[in-house]
């Protein structure tokens, strides 16, 4: 099956996943979805991440976390899509929730936090807002 966005794909699956109390979702893998869930398990809102190989490209196996019964992640927000492409430099970098979500950007130097690339002086493509 052809997926238009696969990263808007792995957010829906990690939200449907998340709001009908799953253990676990899998989602097919690829470099930047990786790096995506290395982001997550990093900033605590996924337990961990697990690379299952196959004869194809792989799938990876995202366990969720749960605090009280309630997911740890409230929202996920694909901000750049493919017909409309949010680009930010190091200085109007995006907060969420005021510093408590996170953004996940997509820099020259990887994928990485809000944080991370405010450190690193670079801006990228918004991919993905985390709550």
Excluded at 94 to 121: F, Q, W
């Amino acid at each position: 099956m052809q997926i238009t966005d696969p990263v808007a794909d792995l957010l829906t699956r990690i939200r449907n996943a998340s709001s009908a109390r799953h253990a676990t979702v899998d989602v097919p893998a690829s470099n930047l979805k990786k790096a995506i869930c290395n982001i997550l398990v990093e900033e605590g809102y996924v337990k961990s991440v697990q690379s299952i190989e196959d004869n194809k490209q792989g799938t990876l196996r995202l366990t969720l976390k749960y605090e009280n019964n309630k997911p740890v992640i409230s929202g996920l927000r694909r901000v750049s899509k493919p017909g409309l492409r949010i680009y930010t430099n190091c200085e109007e970098m995006p907060k969420v929730m005021k510093g408590l979500g996170v953004a996940i950007i997509s820099t020259s130097k990887g994928v990485m936090t809000d944080k991370a690339a405010r450190a690193a002086h670079v801006g990228g493509e918004v991919l993905a807002f985390v709550w």
